[in-house]
């Protein structure tokens, strides 16, 4: 490999916490206000805080882009989670995708997982290039880094699982070679979420989430957030922050927190759901291969079990049935209980065909060299009762066979409609 950076210099960790995951989901940022003793933090919506003097604000507050005190309070509670020293939350997922990626200077090269969520991929493609940050994007980063690499390389840029064939990255293998080159590694968790996956611990220097999903986890925020523990970091992504000015409002920061509190209820349960629900698929002559890091088969299922909590294989699934993109299409329309919308990781059950939604802007070679063809299907199972979603796929499947059975018969002059 090429390179003339110096070695990162890994800073100090966090000190470890004592309490567990769900207690300082809890807890963490969640102190009784010291007036009137409040359990839950009020939302504060000024905008602007009172100076006793010229540039002295009277409390820790200025000017609500820069912070806001539901903001701090998420950003400490997601600190704790992904056990780091800091974090910083933004408008959206993508928009934490997109300061991170600003934060290189002009020139900029950066090797990303091919299989990334299909707006990571148009923000790599049509935005980054624009200000002259290059992306190579490769199907096994684990093996390329070296030959990929250039002295220009400054960031590597994992999805694991992936979005939406949950391949799995060893995070360890790909930072051991980055940090050597003094390349940061940055990884997206929104599949799993910090109660599964903390990727800081595998030598990742960033982590990224879509707290629109499981962090949140009703369908009814959207918002990002980082975390990382390098303080040169801090200072560029924070002065980033409030340049930019994509931030959350206070409203939406307090109910990711409130949202956040039980995590880890809502993923032990959305995990024992889509272990049932993969299983069934794995039974099922009318699917050809299923894809689920929880199950035994899985191609990366060690990587799982060195990277996952319990080896857990998180919520979201993703299987090829038989019959094309039409007989996706129509297993879409026929659950009852899965609604057919994009998006993951809330309480209530999604399926999709990403090849015609979420990754459709991907142009359909790279799709279906990263695995994604038009009869994939992507289901995100929520907290409703296991054995409910099962009998749901399952009719599902069935009345898929029936109608493609009738389809092709009419199509084949067979008569029986
Ligand atoms: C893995 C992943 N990362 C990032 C994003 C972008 O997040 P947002 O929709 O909050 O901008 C998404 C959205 O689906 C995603 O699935």
């Not at 990742?204 to 918002?223: L, Q, R």
């Amino acid at each position: 490999m090429v390179t003339d950076h110096a070695p990162i210099d890994t800073p100090p960790r966090a000190p470890s916490p004592v309490h567990g995951f769900g207690t300082l989901a809890v807890h963490v940022g969640s102190d009784h206000d010291p007036k009137t003793g409040a359990v839950i933090a009020p939302i504060s919506l000024s905008t602007t805080f009172a100076q006793s003097a010229v540039g002295q604000p009277v409390g820790a507050y200025e000017y609500a882009r820069s912070s806001n005190p539901n903001r701090d309070n998420f950003e400490q509670c997601i600190a704790a989670l992904e056990k780091a020293k800091h974090a910083l939350a933004f408008s959206s997922g993508s928009a934490s995708t997109a300061i991170i990626l600003q934060s290189l200077a002009a020139g900029s090269h950066v090797i990303s997982v091919s299989d990334v969520y299909g707006g990571t991929h148009r923000y790599f493609t049509q935005v980054a290039s624009a200000h002259g940050v290059k992306v190579t994007f490769t199907p096994s980063i684990e093996n390329d880094i070296q030959q990929l690499a250039t002295p220009e390389t400054k960031l590597i840029w994992i999805e694991t699982p992936s979005n939406p064939t949950l391949s799995l990255v060893d995070i360890r293998a790909v930072a051991d070679i980055a940090h050597r080159s003094g390349i940061l590694v940055v990884v997206d968790n929104t599949f799993l979420s910090p109660y599964i996956q903390n990727p800081l611990d595998h030598g990742a220097d960033i982590v990224t989430h879509s707290v629109t999903k499981y962090i949140n986890g009703h369908s009814d925020v959207i918002m990002g957030v980082c975390a990382f523990n390098s303080d040169p970091l801090y200072e560029r992504l924070k002065f980033l922050q409030n340049a930019i000015g994509a931030v959350p409002s206070p409203f939406d920061c307090w109910l990711a927190h409130r949202g956040v509190k039980t995590l880890h209820l809502r993923v032990r349960e959305a995990s024992k759901n889509a272990l049932m629900v993969a299983q069934a698929l794995e039974e099922s002559v009318h699917v050809i291969s299923v894809n689920y890091p929880g199950s035994a088969s899985h191609r990366h299922r060690k990587v799982a079990l060195k990277q996952h909590r319990d080896g857990l294989g998180g919520g979201m699934l993703s299987f090829r049935i038989k019959g094309g993109k039409a007989a996706a299409e129509q297993f879409c329309q026929a659950t009852q209980i899965f609604t057919l919308a994009e998006s993951l990781g809330g309480v209530e059950s999604l399926v999709e065909v990403p090849a015609s939604m979420t990754h459709m802007g991907i142009p359909k070679d790279q799709r279906e060299a990263a695995g994604v063809y038009d009869d994939l299907v992507r289901l995100s199972c929520g907290v409703e009762e296991g054995t409910d979603l099962v009998k749901d796929v399952r009719q599902a499947l069935e009345k898929v066979v029936v109608s493609l059975k009738v389809t092709n018969g009419v199509a084949n002059g067979n008569g029986h409609a």
